[in-house]
């Protein structure tokens, strides 16, 4: 067990919070002090990568409270003191369509993120949880968590389509000279490139939006370390988006097909044309 996040610990909590940089066992121990001292709070849980067991150096601490329906409006309300009475927050924001919960940044540079539920409500949302404290077995009501799904084909088609479209939208970009645009254009570019990979690839292990290149295959990620990363000149901005176009085009159609996507022929053709006339193609 590790001491420093508290005495009579868990030893599953003990470890999901091992990884976590020491700037987190203070906090730790504050929050939990502040929870089980609050007749409001009957339940703490850790979430996100912590209750998945995979968290590491970069992780946040994510944690799930309930709080009786009768005191829930009186929390959402107080959060922001609520908090203060846990840490001193550099930066705290509310959850969109999450009342009470939150999501914050101490000074010290520690993530604290804090999801509230009513009691009535708890594991509606969220599944994948570990207990932390429970005084009245809220956990057991907790379904499981859903496997994961496979590939969104329509979400594949959008982002095929949405391609093709800010493709036909390059050569106004390149009319205009505006360079500086044309590098973000490259890079949205990109990021449509590895959204496409994420997609395909599914279904993947739930994880946090920084584990970025978890996501991807070892080809994947060297396509897209491989792929041009322009300055603001006509010359570099015009190859890197050809360099995207060809990466996006080839594994486009190879993994589309691996998950009964048709590709959009025509309005390949039909973009393929256009930068012809405009002088992009040969």
Known sequence: MTASYGEGMDDKVAVALAPLPAVYAPLFRRLVEVCRSDARIRALWLSGSLARGVADGGSDLDVIIAVTDEAAPEFVDGWRDWLSGITEPAIARPLPHAP??????????????????????????????????????????????????????GQIEFLIEEFFRQQAIFPAVVART????????????????????????????PMGVKQWSSRLTAEQRQVLRDLRQPTATHAEVVAAMHDVRRAFREYGRRLTASVGVDWPDDVDAAVVAYWRRVGLLD
Not at 110 to 122: G, M, Q, W
Not at 124 to 137: A, I, K, N, P
Not at 184 to 202: D, I, P, S
């Open 178 to 205: 505006d360079w500086l645009l044309g590098v973000e254009g490259v890079h949205n570019a990109r990021l449509m490139l590895y959204q496409l990979f994420v997609e395909t690839n599914q279904p993947l292990p």
């Open 100 to 153: 009470g919960s939150f999501y914050s940044t101490t000074v010290d540079g520690a993530r604290l993120d804090v999801v509230l539920e009513p009691v009535s409500k708890v594991g509606e949302f969220h599944r994948t949880r570990l207990v932390v404290f429970d005084r009245d077995g809220l956990d057991s009501t907790v379904p499981p968590a859903d496997p994961p799904a496979g590939p969104n084909t």
